[in-house]
């Protein structure tokens, strides 16, 4: 079963209303979480890593009062898209390091995604 | 700049064929290269490749790296319908789980 659940899967909202995304680690704490968005046919691009009781790493040219990250447990991250315009649509997916499954068998594992549609 | 890079970008075939995917990388601070399949939604993982020369399989698929020529294949034998998905292959970097993605291959196979 998936051991990182990203909800909502789904949601459109108007353009300039604020959408926010869960990402929950369900069976391990993950001190670091990830953000990835990947656009139609394109591959996935790192935004940002979330990091438990500290501020979030933002890549370059990822806008950090746009895109809001919270870690403020183990298991749990969230990503507000604030004032979310249509080119904010997206494909938004989290990963997040089970630091204790060891490397040999793949220690980041992805939730399932979010499709943003902003209107 | 760091960069990964797969071929082809996309691949129709027939099942029953094997097909070749590759990706080639420049990335600082190495760490791991990594396979993952993509259907409809979350990329799904394959393989996790950290040595050079060491064959990893799962079925009728395997990978291989070679990090001198900074590369990695993964293949697909006696390819089947369930098999046609977005193959993406990244590289981890530094000791953050940090991954940069490559474009890409979409695979398709016909009945």
């Known amino acids: 079963g998936a051991v990182v659940s990203q909800h909502p899967s789904w949601v459109i909202c108007k353009s300039g209303t604020s959408v926010k995304i869960e990402c929950r680690s369900l069976d391990f704490q993950a001190t670091t979480m990830f953000w990835y968005r990947q656009f139609p046919k394109q591959s996935l691009m790192l935004m940002a890593t979330s990091n438990e009781g500290s501020k979030a790493t933002y890549e370059q040219g990822v806008e950090k009062d746009k895109f809001l990250i919270n870690h403020a447990s183990l298991t749990l991250s969230t990503l507000t898209v604030t004032s979310a315009h249509p080119e904010d649509s997206s494909f938004y997916i989290c990963s997040a390091r089970d630091r204790g499954r060891g490397r040999e068998i793949g220690e980041l594992f992805f939730g399932e995604g979010s499709r943003l549609t902003v209107l | 700049e760091d960069k990964v890079v797969q071929s082809p970008l996309s691949l129709v075939v027939h099942e029953g064929d094997t097909v070749t995917l590759n990706c080639s990388y420049e990335v600082t601070n190495f760490r791991s290269l990594l396979w993952y399949k993509q259907e409809k939604k979350a990329p799904t993982f394959l393989f996790m490749l950290t040595s050079s020369g060491i064959e990893k399989k799962s079925g009728r698929l395997s990978s291989i790296l070679d990090k001198k020529e900074l590369f990695s294949i993964l293949n697909i034998t006696a390819t089947q319908t369930g098999d046609s998905a977005v193959y993406l292959c990244?590289?981890?970097?530094?000791?953050?789980?940090?991954?940069?993605f490559g474009q890409g291959t979409t695979l398709q196979v016909k009945p």
């Open positions: 990244a590289v981890e970097y530094g000791n953050t789980g940090k991954l940069i």
